[in-house]
Each structure stands twice: as structure tokens, then as C-alpha cells.
């Protein structure tokens, strides 16, 4: 680790020409590794590099927005980014994300019919309660002379 000479100055790695951070070089070894095909071009690893550092750099930050205040994202936060978000959603939907909890909220369906059923139990307690005023009345009967 002598001098830095002309030649090391003026190295760029394949990340820094494609203006990324996620390594490109690792991630097109691991292309190669993989035997996804015969052969893997230098562009496949730059475009699936930038196409990680995007779904990730979206994640981080819909998760950040989730957290709120706080300066820590937990797994609560990421999973309540993806099931808001609805490309993220669709995207991740046989994922179970590791203490994350359960996300929160009713299905439309059952509101309605909620809704409805305390709806018609609020009328039918209104009519039944005058039903049963006038029924618990009896007619007068007029004495017999």
C-alpha cells in the first residue's frame, strides 16, 4: 500500500460508473453462480443492481414515513410500508416478515354489514318499544250496568 499512482486514481468500479451503491460486481457473480444462463452480460448486473438499489431505497424510505418519530425503523414499520403500499403489497404478498404483527384494519364487508345490523337494531328497539307501550295499554273496558 505504497503511493497511489495514475493508474489506481483513476479506477472506477463498475458501481461508481453505473453511479450506484449496491456492489454490481458481486451481484453479477452471483448471476454467474447462480446458472440463470450460458452466458451473463455485464449490463444484466448493472440493471438488476439498480433495480435492487430502487425496490430497497422505496421500502426505507415508505418504512421511515411509517415509523413516524421514531429514529429506529422496526419490522413493524417495513410490514406496515408494504401492506399500504399497493405495489409493494403485491409484490411481497406470500411474505411474512418476522415481527411484523398482524395488520390492522376491517374488511369493507363486515363493516357494512355491522354498520347495518346496529342500523336496523336501533330501529327495531325504536318500533318495538312503541309496539310495546301501546300493547302493554289495554282497551278500557266500559263497566257493565
Known sequence: MGKATKTDSSRKTQAEKAGLTLPVARI????KKGR???RVSATAAVLLTSVLEYAT???LSLSGNAAGEKHNIKPRHVMLAVREDDDLS???SNVTIAGGGVAGGVHGALEKKKK???AEGKKSKGKSSKK?????KS???SPKK
Request: avoid cysteine; hydrophobic fraction near 25%; glycine fraction near 8%.
Open 90 to 92: 403485491k409484490l411481497l
Open 57 to 59: 431505497s422505496e421500502l
Open 28 to 31: 453479477g457473480s452471483q448471476l
Open 132 to 136: 310495546s307501550k301501546k300493547s302493554s
Open 116 to 118: 347495518k345490523a346496529a
Open 139 to 141: 282497551p278500557k273496558k
Open 36 to 38: 440463470y444462463g450460458k
